[in-house]
Structure formats: structure tokens, C-alpha cells
């Protein structure tokens, strides 16, 4: 990969936590397979301590004619009760290529308890 950026933070996760979750907004000039399969190497990657939690392609996104759609924002979870309790470390990290250009931004990340 030609572009590599990580953003980490130790925390200790409380014995109640069961969610990670954030806002993802990808962004990518890498194009979706006909199918709409997105088979760019430009990915997102969440891992606590060592272990992958969630990943996504960093693909543009196109409508129903193959113009380019908008990004939106969008909130994932993951489930982190095997980690309660414990202090870890969380990081993000995102990888790109050379051929177009892809960002991945993320906010709002927070830790919740079960309802």
C-alpha cells in the first residue's frame, strides 16, 4: 500500500460495555465492479489489540444510470462484550493505493452498555 494511516488509543473498556460504534464516511474515486462488488484495495480497518473487529472497501458508490452518488454518513457497531472489562487498544487504520484517490473519515466514537 502506498498510504498508510493509523489512529489509535489505549482505554480501558468497563465491565458493562457491549457496543463500539461510530460515523463511517468513505470516500473514493476506486469504482465498484459491475455487479457492485468492491474489490479496491483502499480499506478501513478497526482491530482491538491485535484482533480485526470490523472492515470495509473504500469504493465510489454509483446510481441506478453510473453517475457517482454522495456519500452519506454511516454508523457502525460492533459488538465488544468479549472485551469487557479489559484495557485495549483500538485503532483504525486505513490503507490506500496510488491509482485514485480515498479518505476514510470517522466520528462520534463511543462505547455503550446493553440497554
Known amino acids: 500500500m ?25 470516500l473514493s474515486r476506486e469504482s465498484a465492479s459491475a455487479g457492485g462488488q468492491c474489490n479496491s484495495p483502499d480499506r478501513g480497518t478497526v482491530f482491538i489489540d491485535d484482533a480485526q473487529v470490523d472492515a470495509l472497501r473504500l469504493c465510489e458508490q454509483l446510481d441506478s444510470e453510473g ?23 483500538v485503532r483504525f487504520v486505513f490503507e490506500s493505493d496510488i491509482e485514485f484517490a480515498s479518505n476514510w473519515l470517522v466520528d462520534d466514537v463511543a462505547l455503550s452498555a446493553a440497554p
Do not use: C, K
Request: hydrophobic residues 40%.
Open 2 to 26: 502506498d498510504e498508510y494511516a493509523v489512529v489509535s488509543q489505549h482505554i480501558e473498556i468497563p465491565a458493562d460495555a457491549r457496543t463500539l460504534s461510530f460515523y463511517s464516511l468513505p
Open 67 to 89: 453517475n457517482p452518488m454522495i456519500p452519506g454518513w454511516s454508523r457502525r457497531s460492533i459488538n465488544i462484550t468479549a472485551y469487557a472489562g479489559r484495557a485495549v487498544t
